[in-house]
Structures are given as structure tokens and as C-alpha cells.
């Protein structure tokens, strides 16, 4: 007859594998398809505005290209867009309520609504309006530039991301979307402050203190006349 010792049976018991009622895991390993569109809009022109005006949309920051003039004379403004469908299915297994599987990742980011304002106190077709919206044509070329190398990178961003986490368990259904959208957002936040953070720098290039004196003294100081007399309460 076999007898066993309290020390014995606990080691007995302690042997048997500690996964063996565990939930079945989730496989992983699939490849998640990741794409990532850039939108900018074709920009449209508005010359309605007045310098009093222009200088309430330049103070917009979410809405509209950094600029650093002492008087803006013209403004670029956009409606950012981030969108994404990242459709998810749950699939049931033994031991557990489910296994979530990312299908895809779509995401689109950019720009619409994309207008230029001009100052209407700038006469259409003269040479400061030529000035003015070639300056604003340059604000606009580092958003398109930078908006094309950052999606590349987005994309490699959210794939480091799915290659690890493309499959996960939840304990309720209901928790899955919130789970990936607050993940995903939270990766987009960090590209696009990253992003930010560099346009801001590209575009204070473009607003140097030569481009300044440029404009100020371009089509016989027209522009810097017009700034003074703003500045000075003289419209």
C-alpha cells in the first residue's frame, strides 16, 4: 500500500502543470494589414477677409498653419482629419469568453476644407498679393511634404503595434473596440505631436527674420506700409 506524507501529497499536487485549467491562448502571428491614407484638400482662395479678421484666424492653432508675422497678412486654414475602421472579430474558446483578432487597420489623416485667406486690403493681381500668397504656397508645400513622410511611418508604427498585439483575449465583448480604439489613439497622439512638432519647426524656416525684412521692403514696401498703418490703428 502506498502512503503518503502531507509534505508528499502537496509536492504530488504542486507537480501537476499550473496551466492546466488555464484558458486556451489566442494564436497570434497573422499579418494585419495596415493602411494609412493622407488627405489635402486642394486649397481655395478667400480674399473677403480684413487684416483684423486675418488675425483672429492666425490665432487659431488647431486650425491653421503657424505663422510668426508681427501682422499676418494672409492665413492659411484647415479642418485636421484622423479617421480610423479597424474592423474585429471575436472568436469563443474553451476556457474563456473570447479571443479578439484584428481584421485590418484603415486610417485617413490630413487636411480638408484647406483655405487661403488674403487680406482685402491687398489689392487681387498686385505684386503684395503675388508676395502674400506665394508665402503662403510655401507654408502650404511643408504640410503636403511632411504629411508624405509621416505616413510611412505611421504605418510602421501601428504594424510594430499589430504584429504584437494583433490578437488578444477579453473577458466581455463589449470591452474589445474601446480597448483598440484607445491603444490606436493613443499611437496616432504621439505620431501626430511628433509631426507637429516638426512642422512647427520647418514652417519658423520659412517665417525667418530675412523673409521678414523681404516682405516688409518687397513691391516698393508696399506690404511693410500696410502692416505699420495696421499696427498704428490706421486700418
Known amino acids: 500500500m502506498l502512503r503518503l506524507t502531507l509534505a508528499q501529497l ?6 501537476v502543470p499550473a496551466f492546466a485549467h488555464d484558458p486556451v491562448p489566442c494564436e497570434s502571428g497573422r499579418d494585419v494589414p495596415v493602411t494609412v491614407t493622407p488627405v489635402f484638400d486642394e486649397p481655395r482662395f478667400d480674399a473677403s477677409q480684413g487684416l483684423a479678421s486675418i488675425q483672429a484666424i492666425a490665432g487659431d492653432k488647431r486650425h491653421s498653419i ?4 508681427s501682422t499676418t497678412m494672409g492665413i492659411t486654414r484647415y479642418e485636421p482629419i484622423l479617421e480610423f475602421h479597424v474592423p474585429a472579430e471575436i472568436e469563443s474558446v474553451p476556457g474563456g469568453p473570447g479571443c479578439v483578432r484584428i481584421g485590418h487597420i ?3 489623416v490630413g487636411y480638408r476644407d484647406v483655405t487661403v485667406y488674403i487680406a482685402h486690403e491687398i489689392m487681387p493681381g498686385s505684386c503684395g498679393f503675388q508676395e502674400t500668397l506665394e508665402h503662403e504656397e510655401k507654408h502650404i508645400a511643408v504640410n503636403r511634404q ?3 513622410e509621416y505616413v510611412p511611418l505611421i504605418e510602421d508604427r501601428f504594424r510594430s503595434y499589430v504584429q504584437l498585439n494583433g490578437t488578444f483575449r477579453v473577458d466581455r465583448a463589449e470591452d474589445a ?3 483598440i480604439d484607445q491603444k490606436l489613439q493613443a499611437i496616432m497622439d504621439e505620431m501626430m505631436q511628433r509631426m507637429e512638432t516638426e512642422n512647427i519647426r520647418r514652417q519658423r524656416e520659412i517665417d525667418s527674420p530675412g523673409e521678414y525684412d523681404r516682405l516688409s521692403h518687397v513691391c516698393n514696401g508696399d506690404l511693410g506700409r500696410l502692416a505699420y498703418r495696421f499696427r498704428h490703428g490706421g486700418g
Not at 10 to 15: H, Q
Not at 66 to 69: G, L, N, V
Open 146 to 148: 511632411l504629411l508624405d
Open 106 to 108: 484603415d486610417v485617413t
Open 66 to 69: 503657424p505663422q510668426y508675422h
Open 10 to 15: 502537496f509536492l504530488a499536487l504542486m507537480a
Open 177 to 179: 473596440k474601446p480597448l
